[in-house]
């Protein structure tokens, strides 16, 4: 029945209005306002609400005719949304609109969404106010959108600040928990974390054997994660990492209400889903690549106080991930070439002194820290004829393999110059003139690090222990100290000159006299200089350290190091110490011979007493021998005058010295030869045997070993 006509003929429909007339406009303009996908409401002078359309009823999660007359400040009493009401209020007042940001969760919905709401006075033709326009703009996807550029803006400034692989890691877990995840883990394979020299990362399609987690962060509130085990954690084929890995895609794991919350599994590196309680329910997995290798699994997780992982999040973590899988990969790579470098420069290094009795040593080398790479620097102990000993320090400018091999060559060329008994300032010259040829035949203006930029520095010094002298040159290199008996420490005023691979300049050598007990020190400049204070400063605290270092030279080596170097030094570090001996004027005689053939008779008697005297009666048969040939030819060959000497250390050594500059030849011998066979029974006789040159002439040398 019609309740108008009150009969159960319909009424006749009441004629439509013009479009254009008031009374077509409005019911367009009610249906619009209560349809909009904007909430919209009204409030009076009051602050009382008037209108609310469905979409404000919606969000509010209260009806109109729930709303309906109530005080702004009513239905807006708790935070953020309390702020509304107070800028509503303050609109009124001051009759200018106001733009407000906001996030809250509506009622039914379990994720935040985010509000740009307007606030705008109503006012009549005369300005005078009607009351308040509320509307709020759905601005969720934007807010979103800002939030993730945001984080990886971050994530690409704050990973990788290190060139290491776990603390660029959990760099990673550090960026993105709490901003991205309620719980983040990064796991990498096994072969990553194993002997930087041998591993190498998993190629994409190979199977996936092992992970051990190395990273890891959770909010607080969020289940707790177990602590990272030091065991790797086999998968299993069908495991969710191992499926993650395999596909090399980012993968969205949401668990339904049948199944409940889960939480972190240290057995499987995931999630135990058969758990119950507050846990996790969305989990994102995604794999660590870089340069076509799979190195690890980032997991992130999500409580049930966040929303699920969709797919923008999925987008944004994969780009995360990327940046933090390169930058693992740097890390790995740089580990693996700084472990090569280490052992290959420590494989140059001598394990142990040298076997000598001029000087007691000790040394320490240490490589730089991780960021800075391992250097070139070295030093050495290389015993010469005579009782004399050389030291060697040097540094190799620049880091890393190339700087180690470049280390490598210059310390064999020393050694091979320094078996000829070159000066100082000589064996630098050569060790110059064997840097620039290298630098002539490796020349490769467009290869980074090639030789043409190659440079070192070097102090070089010979000992006698017969004369107590120091014959010294250097070549760029920081001046050694002296530490004399007394306790006074200072550096000795060496000519310094050019560093290696200038060329066509010259070195100088000085000599210093030494007192028995006399500690030299050689360095490297990374023991004096560092970021925060120059050479000179360093300098003086060196000098601070050698006046109060004690008996021991290894005790003085490391209090060296603990006084001058900070925790993590820039640059390598060596350092030797040589505490000087003296040999007794008895234990080596002199004598000058008559260029006669039968001055031979002679040395031979000479040497008998003499190692009589010595007790050294089972080397004289031998030692006749040898003083027979090496004086017959230094009286056939050389030069006056001829001279013999004999050295008692550890061994006897023989010298027999001329002023001819003819290099004695071994040679074999033909089966008819009359002669030729002298220099051949001195090497099958005597332990070594060599020749060294003087500004006078030559020596020839031979060393022989007491019975045991």
């Not at 997991?299 to 999925?314: H, K, L, T, V, Y």
């Not at 290959?344 to 991780?370: G, H, I, K």
């Not at 002298?469 to 070549?475: K, N």
């Not at 300098?539 to 050698?546: I, K, S």
């Amino acid at each position: 029945m019609n309740p108008l006509t009150r009969t159960g003929v319909p009424a006749p429909a009441a004629p439509a209005p013009p479009p254009d007339t008031p009374e077509a406009v409005t019911p367009l303009m009610e249906h619009a306002f209560t349809q909009a996908p904007i909430a919209m409401a009204l409030y009076d002078r009051d602050c009382r609400q008037v209108r609310a359309n469905d979409e404000m009823a919606y969000i509010s999660g209260r009806t109109e005719d729930e709303t309906h007359g109530r005080l702004l400040t009513d239905l807006l009493p708790d935070p953020p949304l309390n702020e509304l009401a107070r800028q509503g209020a303050q609109v009124m007042r001051s009759g200018r609109p106001a733009r407000a940001d906001v996030r809250v969760t509506v009622p039914g919905e379990d994720r935040e969404r985010a509000w740009t709401t307007f606030l705008t006075p109503v006012e009549d033709g005369a300005g005078r106010p009607l009351g308040l326009a509320v509307a709020a703009l759905d601005t969720t996807r934007e807010y979103l959108a800002r939030r993730r550029l945001s984080l990886v803006n971050e994530a690409t400034a704050r990973i990788g600040t290190t060139l290491d692989l776990a603390r660029t890691a959990q760099e990673l877990a550090d960026v993105t928990c709490g901003r991205f995840a309620d719980a983040v883990t990064v796991d990498l394979l096994d072969s990553v974390l194993a002997d930087p020299v041998l591993a190498d990362a998993r190629p994409q399609d190979a199977p996936v054997t092992a992970l051990r987690r190395v990273a890891q962060r959770a909010t607080h509130g969020a289940p707790p994660l177990p602590r990272p085990g030091r065991r790797a954690v086999p998968l299993a084929p069908r495991s969710l990492p191992a499926r993650v890995l395999a596909s090399g895609r980012a993968t969205r794991f949401h668990l339904g209400a049948h199944a409940g919350p889960c939480r972190w599994s240290s057995g499987a590196l995931t999630f135990d889903e058969s758990t119950r309680g507050d846990g996790i329910h969305s989990v994102l997995a995604v794999p660590l690549k870089a340069r076509g290798q799979v190195l690890g699994l980032a997991q992130f997780a999500r409580s049930r106080r966040s929303g699920p992982f969709d797919e923008d999040d999925a987008l944004v973590a994969e780009d995360i991930t990327a940046r933090a899988a390169t930058c693992i990969d740097n890390a790995r790579r740089y580990t693996r070439e700084r472990a090569v470098a280490v052992t290959l420069q420590r494989s140059l290094l001598p394990a142990r002194p040298a076997t000598q009795n001029a000087v007691d040593v000790a040394s320490r080398y240490l490589p730089a820290c991780s960021e800075a790479g391992v250097g070139g620097d070295w030093f050495d102990v290389i015993p010469l004829s005579g009782t004399r000993v050389a030291l060697v320090v040097g540094d190799v400018v620049g880091h890393g393999l190339y700087a180690s091999a470049t280390m490598g060559r210059l310390r064999t060329a020393v050694r091979t110059l320094a078996d000829l008994d070159m000066p100082p300032d000589e064996l630098l010259t050569h060790l110059d003139d064997l840097v620039l040829q290298n630098q002539r035949e490796q020349h490769d203006p467009g290869a980074p690090g090639s030789f043409d930029e190659l440079c070192a520095t070097c102090v070089y010094a010979v000992y006698d222990p017969l004369t107590r002298t120091c014959v010294m040159a250097a070549a760029g290199h920081p001046a050694p100290v002296l530490l004399t008996p007394d306790g006074d420490a200072r550096f000795l005023d060496l000519p310094h000159g050019p560093p290696l691979g200038l060329g066509g300049l010259p070195f100088e050598s000085r000599e210093v006299s030494l007192p028995e007990g006399s500690v030299l020190a050689l360095y490297t400049d990374g023991l004096v200089e560092s970021a925060d204070h120059d050479i000179r400063h360093g300098g003086d605290r060196l000098l601070r350290a050698m006046a109060g270092a004690a008996d021991s030279l290894e005790e003085t080596c490391d209090s060296v190091l603990d006084t001058l170097l900070p925790e993590k030094p820039g640059d390598d570090v060596a350092l030797l110490l040589a505490r000087t001996r003296a040999l007794p004027g008895d234990r080596t005689r002199t004598w000058e011979l008559a260029p006669d053939p039968s001055a031979v008779a002679d040395a031979r008697a000479l040497a008998t007493r003499q190692l009589t005297t010595w007790g050294l009666d089972d080397l004289v048969f031998t030692t006749e021998l040898v003083v027979s040939e090496l004086v017959t030819n230094a009286i056939r060959y050389g030069a006056a005058p001829v001279r013999l000497r004999l050295i008692h250390d550890t061994r006897l050594i023989c010298e027999v010295s001329d002023a001819g500059h003819t290099a004695p030849r071994l040679r074999r011998a033909r089966t008819y030869d009359e002669g030729g066979r002298g220099l051949f029974l001195v090497a099958q006789l005597t332990d070594r045997w060599g020749t060294r040159y003087t500004p006078d002439g030559k020596t020839i040398w031979a060393e022989l070993l007491p019975a045991a």
